[in-house]
């Protein structure tokens, strides 16, 4: 297959068109603004709609509404825009809409800066926006699997009618990579439900995520949960990297997770048995993975571009059988592998003094 | 083999499309590379730099942090990037830009009057590819991938509008690098 | 025996959740009535927003949208762009059209989208039990301004027509009343243009319809029918103001 060199954000806007995305709304924010630069370039050249929305709350419900009639829809922002977004993701989510939103992560809170971050891991996993719902949420590490997860986001997304992120951060957005594209055909699935006029042919669709009678909300909320339990066995993925014999798991996604493997890299060639898992999805979260990499282990590192989110999920999931420390940098700061070695290093003393064990914490 | 490479300066010096050019000739020598450039306000007209990592295997960190090779185009990018090179690796110094010499003896330093050069001979805005010319013939053990040949290629894959006319002045630029080199 | 009235095929024959004597249920009937002499029910999509005509989307026959609060005319926009051969149209309330929704309404304006808006202004947030709306007019009691709008404290209503009139994307704007029945056969006129104008291509249509709250206003319905003639048309006087539904596309 011919390999190109592309930016991330650019890959990601072709992969999506390639997808079968016809609807692309969008608004400027550093460092997603290539997206929507490519869709504006070539939508028009290849029958697709590509509009600039007059704020990012207007962009997700351009999108719902793209959605609700049927076609493949995608929004892109980073950190604070995706805020902005919470409402119409909440929406979205509450009246089963399949659509792609890309969070391209900035340091954070607030306005925060334009570097790298992956702060944003709480907002895309645990609260998207008000209310009891789940994102697919996909941690690319590279600019190939970017576009090989925005292929995934948009046919998950309409599998399970639900909204699915790309949490890609500054750093994989803006870098460069050689990535191709699958000859895959798209087929784009039937969508029954879809506001496409009734021609008087069937009753009127109702795309809606109002109900009054609290029974009927829980019984949404909960069909809404019995889907996701079907997303959780069919669409979790994650990655393993010198698991089987090692000491010390490093867990991390995304970007920070290429640092930790060129730091778990140097710490086998110092002789330290060191290993890297990785999940590709954050939510579903691969849980059985992750502790079936930490079989061996003696203490798990996390490392994060953020101040410790991740890391709450891998010790509920290990459950107090393994120490797990943190290691993170924030702001925009991205960790050198040389910071992870260090880090490595040090718990591989403990270890080896007997300070670092299971029931040290 | 991993080699590391930063290339910094002003923005409108050509910096990134140096970048991009060794990044593209590592992928049409089947390397691995990734190309992480600066960005926000620093390509407002401030200081520019990106990094670019070519190497036989899987990439980790695109973020280079001690460079194998560096370019520095101006005074800022001497004082930030000559004291991150690696031991045994080479600094490239645009010396029409900046007067700053390095005190360090364990890396190879390479004064380059790129930009004057540039200029007089009609290809301004070619100091970036003269310094690539330089590059490529003293660090053929650091970039063994890379020829004036998939140079020029990369060229062509990368400027549009006047192709022949941009390939030549390329062209020339890198062969004014060559010819100060030391082998 | 031959009817000779009958409920428009496009309104559902379902109980409404309207208080009585709301206008909702004319300016709901003038749209259906609409779409059935247009015969374009089934190729519409209508978008209802939160407000009291939240659940519209029970009311009318064509397919329907329920929107986020405000944001009826992007969720319209999407619709549109995604499928510009159906129909679309939303359906607002003061405080989702003219509050939380400005930005939203603005734009779309500007833009041309080429949609249908009915914009109900009853002068009150009705659903949340009649609190002051952006139309709310000056010395206006409601439940969060109980001694009066006052202009130094809360500032002026905002006239949505006279202000969309001056955005160059506006097609076609046209304030009605639905206090009386030669008021409302110009209300269903102008409903009719805003639906033609779609089809013709002619862009962003907008109807403000001046309609009653009797149970926020505390009045019988009709003494509120008298209060649109005694206050509201003489604050926001009825009119066409702007219409380029004859200029060369």
Redesign the interface.
């Known amino acids: 297959m011919e ?1 190109l ?1 592309m930016k991330g954000n650019e890959a990601l806007a072709e992969a999506a068109i390639r997808a079968g995305c ?2 692309f ?1 969008g608004y400027p924010i ?2 997603q603004t290539e997206i929507s630069a490519y869709f504006a370039k070539n939508m028009p050249k290849r029958n697709g ?1 590509f ?1 600039q ?3 990012e ?3 997700v ?11 493949r ?1 995608m929004t892109s922002s980073s950190s604070p825009g995706i805020s902005l977004k919470s ?2 993701i909440s ?1 979205l989510a509450a ?1 089963d809409l399949p659509c792609v939103i890309v969070n391209v992560q900035r340091g954070g809170p607030g306005l925060g800066g ?2 790298p971050s992956q702060s944003d891991y709480f907002q895309a996993v645990k609260a998207a926006g008000h209310g009891d719902f789940h994102l697919i949420v996909y941690a690319p590490a590279s600019v190939q699997e970017t576009v090989d997860m925005t292929y995934l986001a948009f046919e998950n997304a309409d599998r399970y009618r639900m909204p699915v992120m790309i949490l890609s951060d ?2 994989l957005g ?5 990535v191709s594209f699958p000859d895959t055909e798209i087929k784009l699935p039937e969508k029954e439900w879809a ?7 069937r009753t ?7 109900y009054l009678q609290p029974d009927m909300l829980e019984k949404s909320v909960n069909d809404r949960f019995m889907r996701y339990e079907r997303v959780k066995s069919e669409c979790t993925l994650s990655e393993e990297y010198l698991c089987s014999d090692a000491d010390i798991v490093v867990t991390a996604f995304g970007a920070s997770a ?2 930790a ?3 778990v ?1 140097s710490a086998r060639k110092k002789g330290i048995r060191a290993g890297l898992f990785r999940p590709k999805t954050l939510y579903p979260f691969p849980e059985t993975e992750l502790k079936a990499s930490c079989r061996n282990a003696s203490a798990v590192l996390c490392t994060e571009m953020n101040m410790g989110q991740m890391v709450y999920d891998i010790r509920l999931i290990l459950e107090n059988t393994l120490p797990v420390e943190f290691y993170g940098r924030t702001g925009g700061n ?1 960790p ?3 910071d992870i070695l260090t880090q490595i290093e040090k718990m591989n003393r403990r270890i080896k003094g007997g300070a670092l064990s299971g029931s040290s914490i | 083999m991993l080699t590391k490479i930063i290339l910094s300066g002003f923005g409108g010096q050509g910096i990134l499309f140096a970048g991009k050019n060794l990044a593209l000739c590592g992928m049409n020598s089947g390397c691995e590379i990734s190309w992480l450039p600066s960005y926000g306000p620093e390509m407002r007209g401030g200081t520019a730099n990106c990094s670019v990592c070519i190497s036989d295997d899987p990439i980790g960190s695109p973020l280079v942090t001690v460079p194998d090779i560096a370019v520095v185009m101006n005074t800022p990018s001497f004082d930030r990037f000559e004291p991150v090179v690696a031991s045994g690796g080479h600094l490239f110094v645009d010396s029409s830009m900046t007067d700053r010499v390095s005190a360090r003896n364990d890396i190879h330093c390479h004064y380059i009057a790129a930009s004057e050069t540039a200029e007089k001979n009609g290809i301004s805005g070619m100091a970036n590819i003269i310094i690539l010319g330089r590059m490529i013939a003293e660090c053929k053990e650091l970039l063994p991938w890379i020829t004036v040949d998939t140079v020029k290629g990369a060229v062509k894959g990368l400027v549009s509008g006047n192709k022949e006319k941009l390939i030549t002045q390329n062209m020339t630029a890198l062969s004014i690098g060559a010819i100060g080199a030391a082998s | 025996m031959e009817a000779v009235f009958d409920r428009p095929h496009a309104l559902c024959d379902v109980p409404t959740h309207y208080c009585p004597g709301c206008t909702h249920g004319i300016i709901h009937r003038l749209i259906a009535e609409v779409l059935d002499e247009l015969d374009i029910e089934g190729d519409t999509v209508g978008v209802c927003p939160v407000g009291c005509s939240v659940m519209a989307y029970d009311y009318f026959g064509c397919d329907m949208i329920e929107a986020p609060h405000g944001r009826a005319p992007a969720v319209a926009t999407g619709v549109k762009r995604a499928s510009p051969d159906k129909v679309v149209f939303t359906y607002q309330g003061d405080g989702d059209l003219a509050a939380i929704g400005t930005c939203e309404t603005v734009h779309a304006a500007a833009r041309r989208e080429n949609i249908t808006v009915i914009f109900i202004n009853n002068t009150t947030y009705g659903m949340t039990g009649g609190q002051m709306a952006p139309t709310t007019i000056p010395g206006q009691i409601t439940q969060t301004s109980p001694y009066g709008r006052d202009t130094a404290m809360q500032g002026y209503p905002i006239k949505i027509c006279e202000m969309l009139a001056a955005v160059d994307g506006t097609a076609f704007v046209q304030r009605v009343s639905a206090d009386s029945v030669p008021h409302i056969l110009e209300a269903k006129k102008a409903i009719r243009k805003a639906f033609e104008n779609q089809l013709n291509g002619i862009g962003f249509s907008l109807v403000e319809v001046l309609s009653t709250c009797p149970t926020n206003w505390g009045m019988t319905p009709s003494a509120a029918m008298e209060r649109i003639r005694k206050e509201l048309i003489p604050y926001y006087p009825l009119g066409i103001y702007k219409d380029i539904s004859n200029q060369s596309k």
């Open positions: 390999r060199l016809k609807c709304f550093t460092p709609v509009l929305a007059e704020s709350i207007a962009a419900n351009m999108v719902l509404g793209a959605s609700a009639a049927g076609v829809a409402e119409g929406y009246s334009i570097q500054g750093l803006q870098m460069m990579e050689p506001c496409t006029g009734h021609k008087h042919r009127h669709n109702i795309i809606n995520s109002l290429r640092i493997r060129s730091a890299d991205i050198s592998p040389e």
